[in-house]
């Protein structure tokens, strides 16, 4: 690293916080002059949990860690790249033209009443469609939220006006609540037509109708209660209970507390002790962050409540971030994990890094497909120094011990400023010397990242579109179905952007869900170069069997005597995320506290960055992560006075 005037900031991991860091430091002239920006990341791409690639020996298909949905709450995560897109030229730069172009908006969602709770016998399906705010996500601020409230305040009203004996379901007001927004008017009467569209099941309409007003009953009511008297954001006041908890202390039903309605926020936020998703035991949420994430989905949001990707999250995402931060001056260094970071007890004094791959020359990361730079599956072997030799070794298994040489990084000589932007699970055997020194940061390690677990993704590609399946529509979105598997959604938009023959591939559907991490995987400093595959083979046994026993609901056409008819799939990626960096951030009751701010002062000169830390969401996702990012840049620039 050569020797600069600048502040020179290295910049640990490659996921959202690590790249929102990076473009938040170059994002004006005056930063680029203050800053030399340096990120080191393992292996061929960044994106972290959030990576994505095309398997270019096959029609080019997008091969994700998950669901990748943005919600329209995210406010930094689509300013961002509002901003992003806007400083480079559409299929010239290999992205998409706008942040427009590269989401679309989504209003429906399909939930499942389970037996006994709303189904039933058995399972029973229904959708619910979402008003449009007004405005667009990067538009958005923290006021949406400030009146969330207010907005579900005036839905509830409409909906608990007297009954039509006629159509046994409670008429749509002729008048609103006071100061009630027009929005909130349509959606009722939106909502009850669809209730009536649920048909002669009239059990199954009073179950959503009763759920709508118990559960938003106890939310509002416990929102006036435990919140506002203190504050409209005053969430950590109730983030030492579980949610369900609360809800009842509210005035909510047991039944309730578990019916569909809570189960996907659960299933959203993966919310199961050690990746127990089957049973409610195990289910555990912090209240205040769990509340504020509710009322961010149904009334704090722009627009939509969620956004579809029009490709895979790297193509969308991290593709606009690399290219803009590489404009702005700053370095990438891939092939590199780091190993080790050392402190004198005040400052971070070294950082260790395990070389993995020498390139020849500037390494260009990606392929393009169509009209955008994509990232590959695999690295590009014919960039790297001796890269035939090379093939096989997957650089982003950390049980897979391959190391060209150890560099060594030192304060003052290669870097003044670190940010941390590594997950606990895999930042804490890289920083003993960290815990050893600071209380704080250990008890962050305990208290946060022990409870982070594995999820399953897993994408299949079908012959025929959702409606020839047997589903009722292309397009679903659906939540609490059974687990495993119990998120699924019919993303075949993404075709588009794969290279298909015609006639091929119609459909592709996306499940995921957590899982317990699987007994055999060991400590990474164990050396085990298999450990992924296993882990995969075990996913594709429960994918088999979740599709032979549940997947009749869905694709009804495609089950036979036997099972799941695996001859309508064209294509497969089935992956259980168990390394460290893949590992989902849980927030159960009581960890918030423990989490770290992003311009933490622990140590003299290291910044953290990620979903693991305190944020407006304090929760695992990319806008948790890229606000995280953000914050620590911009406390970085506000010490210099920019």
């Not at 996907?264 to 990746?275: E, H, M, P, T």
């Not at 989905?297 to 803009?324: I, Q």
């Not at 036979?560 to 960096?581: C, E, K, R, S």
């Amino acid at each position: 690293m050569s020797k600069t005037s600048k502040t020179r900031v290295l910049i640990l991991g490659g996921g959202c916080g690590g790249m929102a860091a990076a473009y938040t430091l170059g994002a004006t002239a005056q930063r680029r002059e203050a800053f030399d920006v340096t990120l080191v990341s393992q292996g061929w791409r960044v994106g972290g949990k959030g990576a994505s690639g095309r398997r270019t020996d096959e029609h080019d298909m997008i091969e994700e860690h998950g669901l990748h949905i943005f919600l329209g709450f995210y406010r930094t995560a689509f300013s961002m790249l509002h901003e992003a897109y806007g400083k480079l030229d559409g299929a010239r730069d290999g992205v998409f033209e706008s942040v427009a172009h590269a989401f679309t908006p989504d209003r429906k969602v399909t939930l499942w009443a389970a037996p006994g709770n709303g189904g039933g016998d058995g399972w029973a399906e229904y959708t619910l469609h979402a008003p449009r705010w007004p405005g667009k996500p990067w538009e958005g601020s923290v006021d949406d939220l400030r009146h969330a409230p207010e907005r579900l305040a005036s839905m509830l009203y409409r909906h608990s006006q007297p009954v039509d004996v006629d159509s046994d379901l409670p008429k749509a007001a002729t008048r609103q609540a006071p100061d009630a927004p027009h929005a909130a008017a349509g959606i009722m009467d939106s909502f009850l037509d669809r209730l009536r569209e649920l048909g002669e099941d009239i059990r199954l309409t009073w179950h959503v109708l009763g759920d709508l007003l118990e559960l938003g009953g106890a939310v509002l009511r416990g929102y006036f209660a435990d919140i506002l008297p203190h504050g409209w954001n005053a969430w950590d006041r109730i983030n030492d209970v579980d949610f369900r908890k609360w809800l009842i202390s509210h005035g909510a039903s047991e039944k309730a507390a578990w019916s569909e309605t809570v189960r996907v926020i659960y299933d959203l936020a993966f919310a199961y002790i050690g990746g127990r998703g089957r049973t409610e035991e195990y289910a555990d949420i912090a209240a205040g962050a769990c509340l504020k994430l509710v009322l961010d989905l149904c009334a704090g949001y722009r627009d939509a409540p969620m956004w579809r990707m029009n490709a895979g999250m790297g193509d969308t995402v991290f593709t606009p971030l690399w290219k803009c931060c590489e404009r702005q001056g700053a370095t990438f260094r891939l092939f590199r994990r780091v190993s080790g970071i050392e402190t004198d007890r005040s400052r971070i004094t070294r950082v260790r890094l395990q070389v993995q791959a020498e390139t020849l020359g500037n390494y260009d990361p990606f392929v393009r497909v169509k009209s955008l730079d994509c990232w590959p599956s695999e690295p590009k072997w014919d960039q790297l120094q001796g890269g035939d030799a090379l093939r096989g070794i997957n650089f982003e298994n950390p049980w897979q011990h391959h190391s060209l040489r150890e560099e060594v990084l030192d304060v003052g000589r290669d870097f003044d400023e670190v940010i941390l932007a590594i997950p606990p699970r895999a930042a804490e055997p890289i920083t003993t010397q960290l815990a050893e020194s600071n209380r704080d940061w250990a008890a962050m390690l305990d208290k946060v990242g022990r409870f982070s677990v594995p999820t399953h993704s897993v994408q299949l590609w079908f012959d025929r579109d959702s409606v020839a399946a047997g589903w009722h529509e292309a397009g679903a979105i659906s939540g609490a179905y059974v687990a495993p598997l119990g998120t699924w959604a019919d993303m075949s938009e993404l075709l588009a952007e794969e290279t298909w023959p015609a006639g091929t591939a119609q459909s592709c559907q996306y499940l995921v869900g957590v899982v317990p991490m699987p007994d055999f995987v060991p400590p990474i400093s164990v050396e085990m170069p298999d450990a992924i595959e296993r882990a995969n083979a075990l996913g594709q046994g429960m994918t088999q069997d979740w599709l032979d026993e549940s997947a009749g609901a869905l694709w009804p056409d495609l089950m036979g005597p036997d099972g799941f008819n695996m001859d309508a799939v064209l294509g497969q990626y089935d992956h259980i995320n168990i390394a460290p960096t893949e590992l989902y951030v849980r927030t159960p009751p009581g960890s918030i506290a423990y989490r770290l701010p992003p311009d933490w002062d622990g140590f003299a000169n290291l910044s953290l960055a990620g979903d693991w830390t305190i944020t407006s969401i304090n929760g695992g996702s990319a806008e948790a992560a890229l606000e995280s990012g953000k914050a620590a840049a911009d406390a970085l620039c506000a010490r210099d006075g920019l």
